[in-house]
């Protein structure tokens, strides 16, 4: 029997999956965190995870709330400076998967993460780009993990923060980038990969009980599927118990507002 | 050589009107205390510059210190937005904020080259993002060797850079441990360097061989403020007070309880207060 579980979990634990024990990962905050700490707690103990505070081969018991939390420090393997960090680890070619989030999403994968609406008078200020741009394009591939959305999934972003197929086809070749780039997009209705020829991200596997319908209603641009589409294995109960766990464990840790 | 002083004459001698400052900190040993006392000596017109801008930048924005911001991810990490800085974009308030934006990659690599005395850095960087077209300072060199096109941005030479650090020895020499950030190359590039720190000793006592310590010679004055990095963190004191910053969400979100919580906590009190804040969180737990 499937147990019972959220869109957010089956979004993370799918994400995590796709993560292997031999990677080297460079890890954002929030989301990307917990599916890469998860795979680690699961199918892949043997996973090096890199935050961009310098630490390297960190195994944290509880998820950081910011990159560089004591917890990350104390466990990990060392601690380098952060320009050696994004010089010798991320532009030096280090890290085979760069994982990230986003704000807004086009169709080939471009993330905007800097402003909704116009540069100089934005409806909404977002943080920046920290250091995605260059993780978008120094990295072996990119899997990104957002939950879907009509305001998040745009045909047109207000701003590219950084890279993904740019405007499809060879784009990212002829800008002279030599990494793969977004080669997994993983929501709470399904999962993306690119089309091998026009690089649009192209629904591959559904998760269980999600319609097309919904994919589309939740998405600014025409959807499109492959050929063959899976549908996605649900979470386990050991995947389940591991993520509620380790959220449990890092709310304590985190303390409640007061 | 670095001179030992209280925190409020090492603002007065060291920090003016109209510097370029960079209060350095990633998460780790974030310069609370000094930036308090930078807002109680109203400092104006300052170009703040750092990498990841959060709570204490959000006040100095908040109550109108700086003209210009130089950053690469302004947010409260795992929380959310910072309002104060959002109000300044948005809507000018208290009054408008320039702002010059980079990727985390480019201001690492400005530092390192302010530190190296070198006029500009050179990156594999920004390649098909907007932020050359916002941002007109980001240039590219054509690399004499390969032909490759590459990112470049002006060194950050900042007129003084403020740090926490975790301890000073007698002779002003400050060691840091932990997570780092550009705390060194922030202290190396600048003009000027106003370091607090948790406490002074006589002697740094085991450490290992490589640690890493900025000569006396390297800094303008020390200030010893226990707690100084609060509600961020000072590894081997203090964790990070992490609900603070989920309350902080709250105070910021509109003027009125930013300007009381300010007044109450900031205008009102001594660099003492951050030590109690420290002994409080510690007895609670």
Known sequence: MTPDYKPNEIMTITAARALKNEDVVFVGIGMPSAAANLARLTHAPGITLIYESGTLATRPSVLPLSIGDGELCETALTTVSVPEMFRYWLQGGRVSVGFLGGAQIDKFANLNTTVVGPYDKPKVRLPGGGGAPEIATSCGEIFIIMAQSKRGFVGKLDFVTSLGHGEGGRHREKLGVKTRGPTRLVTDLCVFEPDPETREMTVVSIHPGITREQIQDNTGWTVRYAAKVAETAPPTASELAALRELHARTARAHGAAA | ?285
Not at chain 2, 63 to 77: H, I, K, T
Not at chain 2, 87 to 102: F, I, K, Q, S, T
Not at chain 2, 212 to 227: D, E, Q
């Open chain 2, 1 to 285: 050589m670095a001179r030992v002083l209280p925190l409020a004459e090492a603002v007065e001698a060291i920090v003016r009107d109209g510097d370029s400052v960079a209060m350095e900190g990633f998460t780790h040993l974030i310069p609370h205390a000094a930036g308090h006392e930078i807002i109680r000596q109203s400092r104006k017109h300052l170009t703040l510059i750092r990498m990841t801008p959060d709570i204490l930048y959000d006040q100095l924005i908040g109550m109108g210190c700086a003209d210009r911001l130089v950053f690469s991810w302004g947010g409260n990490p795992g929380v959310g937005s910072l309002y104060r800085l959002r109000d300044a974009v948005e809507n000018g308030w208290p009054h408008r904020l320039e702002v010059e934006e980079h990727s985390h990659a480019a201001m690492a690599n400005a530092y390192e080259a302010g530190a190296a005395g070198l006029p500009f850095a050179v990156l594999r960087g920004y390649i098909g993002t907007d932020l050359p077209k916002v941002n007109p300072r980001i240039k590219s060199v054509t690399c004499p060797y390969t032909g490759e096109v590459l990112a470049t941005v002006p060194a950050h030479r900042p007129d003084v850079a403020v740090i926490h650090a975790l301890k000073a020895d007698r002779e002003g020499n400050v060691l840091l441990e932990g997570i780092l950030g550009v705390q060194k190359e922030a202290v190396l590039a600048a003009e000027r360097a106003l370091v607090t720190v948790e406490e002074v000793v006589d002697d740094f006592g085991p450490r290992s061989l490589n640690a890493c310590i900025l000569p006396a010679w390297t800094v303008s004055a020390v200030a010893v403020v226990p707690g100084g990095a609060f509600p961020s963190y000072a590894q081997g004191y203090y964790k990070r007070f992490n609900a603070f910053y989920k309350e902080w969400d709250g105070i910021a979100r509109e003027r009125d309880t930013f300007l009381a919580w300010m007044k109450e906590n900031v205008l009102t009190k001594t660099p003492d207060a951050f030590a109690a804040r420290v002994r409080a969180l510690q007895a609670a737990e």
